[in-house]
């Protein structure tokens, strides 16, 4: 079906122009709001065009610079944020990004970017926080004939984009597929407070609200057709390393079972998105557990094979992030997955109210963490930004247990993972519950930071680190300063300092 | 009325003993629940009877040390953290402390200290995570025919204490108002996932639990009479510095009401407890807001002259903290404060869901917070703990505005509170959106590291400071490192360093 098939709001069709035409709508210094999450139902034309028509303008001589500040869900793909950056088209971007020349342009300080948590980002744009939005640029799967639209294969910011923006840009891409339409679930009881209200969901297979976007069709300044997949990076099979990672997990939620600590069917999981958290689902679906339940951010190919072996009854998200061969398999199935996957709006899929009630088990990755259980998401040696924090922060801080998990070493051996201090905190000793490597588990529930030192060094660092951190510790410890979180401030940070300056920590 | 004529239940009449009868029936090592938030409704006489116990079996040579483990709501009085403190009779503690003794325990390595989010600490008891709790030890207001219990000056953890307790020592405190009787609304709807259900509390006035505890009297193994106040710390009058600080809060406010972002009755305030905080409440009473409201954790005296003069019209809290004055206004005018103070369960006062629901204003002080904004809120130079993070966690993350406080220097001008990392970070980037000092306020809501670092050296440092960290910014900045957030990592924590040698940043 083409994507001219499914525009079937006549106004709407009548806004159907080239991906050029309606690049030239956007105006310099426009706040837009783009759709997109992880790699997923981001705007395929629009952005490249736009991202021409800057590198054109730039190249007049005296020409004042065009920029426009980006707002997503989360990450896109190059050919939104990767065009964009390459021209040095973005003033301000946020949230969470991930694409390699972004991340130069935010290291070398030619672009600025707000690290928001991914639950905040709407109620900063509802609030005024952010100044006005002034166009939304939208991929859709379709239009039906009242204007309102099919969500794509990401919800993100959407809902809030189109109800927040002055105009709207929609790209709808038959490449998508059309049986999406009856998985999202946009919830239309949002409010700024003093008239929030309780949002009335218990179970993560719980459906709020409705199939499609409201949008005003005025607001509609154009409408491009575009048939191009998702990012859709191919998927890793998992390693020695991330296998030992999960079995950790995996012996950590049947002990916690034992002691009557979790239930069988455990406790809603969020995964973050990877070679270890993928390892971790498919070690849970080798495992005896059944008819679990993920209120998390992203599916991932793990996921789709635990629904379809019934390990997992549910799985609720914001967006899919698929390899070819994930996307080749639900396009297969989609009528068995239709059931079982509920696609929400970002503010809600992680929001602090739902993460606490439903009780979400969070598992995310980690750059790097110290002693006493405070964590890196975000920062190379303090200073770099790798990509964000992404929705961990909503997850790890008001879930019921936060893990945090990598491998014990990085490059080689050069880094550890484990370090004195951490040289960023995105995760602080108050909202980090376990920590697991491929060397072992950490559990720091109840823990004070001293018993926390022993624990993370004896259970997670890296054997060739370990003797230096213990030394760490136990100078530290008889430093003379205060014992509570002992430090040696003159080294906390030489271990990133040496790398920096040697190579090696 | 002795405390005598308050244990209106037969059963429990009989129960009633010494308090050194009572401290008998603690057993070593017990983890023991206490009753108390900001000094106010702790046992005031159990715990000194039980310090003397183990000050006298500690003295008998070659006896295993006897301690056990004290979890509160919040901060007590000398008369439970310090006498226990005193004979090294606590092991482990939590949450939130502020006593001098058991502050040089936890820093001296004698006491392991566990700083927990207090909307956490009941969620941690009820899910197992620290071990099985032996013993309640509950100041309550008196005891009805039923057994049930009339609170006391504060409810903290101790519906969860009750309901979590093998056995339960009541103290009957006969100089506890007897009028509180229907001031407290303890909700009896929470649970363990996956059976949580939405708080429907919309409305910081909303009732939606009972006016006392269920308590099994089979439980109570002790009744015991008291007949003394509670810690009621004396007001100290604002200073300059706190005045200067409170008109910059108000002065944001006016602007943000004037650019729609906040209603004229602002949003629900929450306010830590202080000089600086009640500074900014007398400001707010003297400016032109009426029919405010209050959702937090503590009562104080400037909450009550805004009760009075109707520029709050309602406070919910989990605890008084007043002064000796406050005390005797609020006994004198309790009929006045009687419908508009609601006392809650610290898991809900602080509770994530209804933080974000009600969209609180969360105002706290801070030790230190570096340039890109992240707030240091425990410890000193990096090792040495304060008091504890508190409720400023809960509010800050989920709340809709957090604002964190502090004059800009300390120690005679011997300490910068701005300085170029924090030592120890307790609420990150993510979670600051203004830090003010007498000096002015930045509003980081929006910006990029760098952008905030401007805001926050220009805005918030002390002049004497000011150059050196615009120095250490700009060398970070262009060292060739990572310019997302530009830092000296040889530098970074140099002036703790220098303050710990030399005695001076």
Redesign the interface.
């Known amino acids: 079906m083409s994507a001219n098939a499914r525009i079937l709001c006549p106004t709407l069709k009548q806004r159907l122009m080239t991906a050029e035409k309606a690049a030239e709508l956007i105006p310099a210094g426009a706040n837009v709001g783009m759709s997109g999450f992880t790699g997923a139902g981001y705007p395929k034309v629009v952005p490249g065009a736009l991202a021409e028509r800057i590198r054109k303008l730039n190249a007049r001589e005296g020409s004042e610079p065009f920029r426009i500040n980006v707002w997503t869900g989360a990450s896109t793909a190059p050919e939104l944020d990767g065009v964009l950056a390459e021209v040095d088209g973005i003033e ?1 971007r ?1 949230p969470f990004q991930s694409d390699p020349i972004c991340r130069q342009r ?4 030619t672009m ?6 991914l639950s905040e980002v709407s ?2 744009a509802w ?5 006005k939005m002034d166009i939304a640029l939208i991929e859709v799967a379709g239009i039906r004939e009242d204007g309102s639209l099919i969500p794509s294969s990401s919800i993100g910011n959407n809902k809030t984009w189109i109800e927040q923006a002055d105009k709207i840009i929609l790209e709808v891409n038959s490449k998508q597929n059309i049986k999406l339409e009856g998985m999202h679930d946009v919830y239309y009881g949002t409010a ?3 008239d ?5 969901l ?2 993560p297979a719980d459906r709020i609200g409705e199939f499609y976007f409201e949008c005003p069709p005025e607001k509609v300044i154009a409408v491009v057709e575009s048939d191009a997949a998702d990012r859709n990076s191919p998927f890793k099979a998992s390693d020695e390393t991330s296998q030992k990672i999960a079995q950790h997990i995996l012996d950590f939620f049947e002990r916690e079972i034992e ?3 979790l ?1 069988k ?1 455990l ?2 999981i969020q995964s973050g998105v990877g070679n270890i958290p993928n390892a971790v689902l498919e070690g849970l679906d080798a495992g005896p557990f059944k008819n679990l339940t993920a209120f998390t951010e992203v599916i991932q190919d793990g996921m789709l094979k635990m629904l379809k072996s019934g390990t997992l009854s549910v799985a609720s998200a914001t967006a899919f992030s698929l390899s070819p061969e994930g996307i080749k398999e639900f396009d297969e199935n989609i009528d068995l997955y239709r059931d079982k996957i509920i696609l929400r709006q970002q503010d809600i899929s992680n ?3 739902l ?5 979400i088990i969070a598992m995310n990755g980690m750059i790097e963490c110290d002693i006493y259980g ?1 964590v890196n998401s975000t ?7 790798m990509n964000g ?1 992404g929705g961990s ?1 909503d997850f790890a ?2 879930g ?1 247990l936060s893990i945090f998990v990598s491998p014990s070493i990085a490059k080689d051996g050069a880094i550890s993972s484990i370090v004195p201090m951490v ?9 980090v519950k376990v920590i697991v490597t491929e060397q072992g588990l950490a559990d720091l ?4 930071p ?2 926390r030192a022993r624990e993370i060094i004896n259970h997670c660092a890296h054997p060739d680190f370990r003797p230096a951190l213990h030394d760490y510790f136990e100078r ?2 008889h430093s003379g ?7 040696l ?2 080294e ?3 271990w ?2 040496r790398y ?1 300056e040697e190579g090696q920590m």
């Open positions: 301000m946020l935010i290291n070398n300080g600025d970017y707000v690290d928001l948590h109620q900063y609030s005024g926080f952010l100044g700024l407070p003093p929030r209200k309780p949002i009335m218990t179970d002691l009557g600590r239930p069917e406790l809603p929001h602090p109210e993460a606490r009630r439903l009780g405070n920062h190379i040696m303090g200073t770099r930004m924090i922060g801080r008001n019921y040289s960023h905190v995105d995760h602080t000793e108050h909202d529930r109840g823990l004070s001293r018993q530290a410890l300063r205060g014992m509570h979180t002992p430090h401030l003159g906390a940070l030489s990133h300092q920096e």
